[in-house]
Each structure stands twice: as structure tokens, then as C-alpha cells.
């Protein structure tokens, strides 16, 4: 049996996942689609005013997704354990969800630097 490799749809978002000391990191690569059993799109607006269009993937093998805008540029997040709420990591970055809200974390800046964006609510229409 051949072995499936998660790729994205025709839009082909560059993205994949290289784990190194135990961290994942960003780097470019095309993936064709990935086979998902339910997508929704989420608009947040943060404390700051930024708003942010955050689409979230539930692959049909368990895995979920989450695709960030980081500095203009789609990155695909990877959920990971989280004692509360949704938790996606991609390199350095850490996209946090609790119910409607959101915060958006960069492990560079130090582990006690503020999130990078805060109280980021849905925008419910």
C-alpha cells in the first residue's frame, strides 16, 4: 500500500513541517491537498484592529490544522496538546484558541513576552 502525504487543495498552499530538537519549523514546499473531513474560516478582530481570516482544517486521519496569516504570508499550523483550548504551533509561533478568542505567541521574543496579538475575537455576522 502506497503511503498518503497530507497536501493541500488546487491553491497549493507552500508549507510543510520539519521537526528538528523537537520544535516544528516552517518550510517552503507544495502540497497538493490535504484530505479533510470539514473546513470553517474564521474572522477574528484583535486588540490591536488587525484582522485576521484563519481557516481551520480537521484532516479525515485526526490530525487539525490551522492556516495563519503571519507577516502577509499564509503558514500552516499544526494542533498540538493544550491543557485548555486549541493550541497550533508552526516554528516559532503559537496561535492559541479559547472558545471565541484567540492569541498569537512568538517564542523568540522570550518566554515571558506578551503575544505578538491579543484578544483577537470572532467576528460573528
Known amino acids: 500500500?502506497?503511503?498518503?502525504?497530507?497536501?493541500?487543495?488546487?491553491?497549493?498552499?507552500?508549507?510543510?513541517?520539519?521537526?528538528?530538537?523537537?520544535?516544528?519549523?516552517?518550510?517552503?514546499?507544495?502540497?497538493?491537498?490535504?484530505?479533510?473531513?470539514?473546513?470553517?474560516?474564521?474572522?477574528?478582530?484583535?486588540?490591536?484592529?488587525?484582522?485576521?481570516?484563519?481557516?481551520?482544517?480537521?484532516a479525515v486521519n485526526g490530525q487539525s490544522f490551522a492556516l495563519v496569516p503571519i507577516k502577509g504570508q499564509p503558514m500552516l499550523?499544526?494542533?498540538?496538546?493544550?491543557?485548555?483550548?486549541?493550541?497550533?504551533?508552526a516554528g516559532s509561533y503559537t496561535w492559541w484558541t479559547k472558545g471565541p478568542r484567540a492569541d498569537l505567541y512568538d517564542a523568540t521574543a522570550g518566554a515571558d513576552a506578551p503575544p505578538m496579538l491579543s484578544d483577537c475575537v470572532t467576528v460573528v455576522r
Not at 484583535?46 to 482544517?57: E, K, M
Not at 499550523?77 to 486549541?86: D, I
Open 1 to 58: 500500500m502506497k503511503p498518503r502525504f497530507p497536501v493541500v487543495s488546487a491553491s497549493a498552499i507552500a508549507v510543510t513541517l520539519i521537526a528538528i530538537h523537537g520544535a516544528a519549523l516552517a518550510a517552503p514546499l507544495r502540497l497538493a491537498e490535504i484530505q479533510t473531513k470539514g473546513r470553517v474560516t474564521a474572522k477574528y478582530t484583535c486588540a490591536t484592529g488587525r484582522i485576521l481570516q484563519v481557516s481551520y482544517w480537521n
Open 77 to 89: 499550523f499544526v494542533n498540538t496538546l493544550s491543557g485548555s483550548g486549541a493550541k497550533y504551533q
